[in-house]
């Protein structure tokens, strides 16, 4: 079966460290990768996503992801976080052929002490 | 940017009593799509709808739950005889022609309450 798991159920970082979440999926055939994060009583907002090209790449505020296709994995990366960054953040697998249905990790609570 | 809304975001209901969570898709999308998160579990993809008609949908869409677009905005869930296990949060989505996930909006959720 399909399935996306995220390593870390709680990361809790004081502000300047640097931040890695990891990300691993289970499906053989072409997907879109996404992280998505959610402040606190917001909704599900997208963070960054791959589609193709190159496996580096770059969303909003500073975060970024590296998709390594033989490791199935997307993790998520920021050198430097900051107190706003405290939310949860999903990441998230579309299986190329399934539209625009989801498969999402477990999600990962990040806590950035001030 | 445009946005999905739902309402209402915060729904109390008895268990046994039909509730409906109402949400208006960004106006030019033709995909929608309802997910639920339990509370300390994952977002789980519920059933997905285009051209007036279920595209997919999850096992845990079963016969209590039906979806609708009664009219040119809305895009409705409804679940029929709720059960302590339905409380959660449900978020609709709505992506663009393409219909891929690359432009799926979220709403901000509607926390469903079984008592």
């Given at each position: 079966a399909q399935s996306v798991s995220q390593h870390n159920h709680h990361v809790i970082l004081s502000e300047a460290a640097s931040l890695e979440l990891g990300c691993n999926y289970s499906y053989g055939g072409t997907v879109n990768l996404f992280w998505y994060v959610q402040y606190p009583g917001q909704h599900l907002q997208l963070l960054l996503k791959y589609?193709?090209?190159?496996p580096l790449v770059k969303g909003i505020k500073g975060f970024e992801a590296e998709f390594i296709k033989s490791k199935f994995s997307f993790n998520l990366r920021k050198p430097s976080v900051q107190w706003s960054d405290t939310a949860e953040y999903f990441c998230a697998v579309n299986p190329y052929n399934q539209g625009g249905k989801l498969i999402f990790g477990q999600g990962t609570e990040l806590s950035v002490k001030p | 940017e445009p946005e999905v809304t739902q309402t209402p975001s915060h729904q109390v209901t008895q268990m046994g009593q039909e509730v409906i969570l109402r949400c208006v898709p960004i106006?030019?999308?033709?995909y929608f799509y309802w997910y639920r998160q339990i509370l300390g579990q994952k977002v789980e993809f519920l059933v997905s709808f285009y051209n007036n008609e279920i595209s997919e949908k999850s096992e845990?869409?079963?016969?209590q739950f039906s979806v609708e677009?009664?009219?040119?905005?809305n895009f409705t869930l409804k679940i029929r005889s709720t059960k302590l296990e339905d409380s959660a949060m449900y978020f609709c989505a709505s992506s663009d022609?393409?219909?891929?996930?690359?432009k799926l909006f979220f709403g901000s959720g509607t926390q469903l309450s079984v008592l």
């Open positions: 589609f193709s090209g190159d | 106006s030019n999308h033709l845990i869409f079963d016969d677009r009664p009219d040119g905005s022609p393409q219909g891929r996930g690359e």
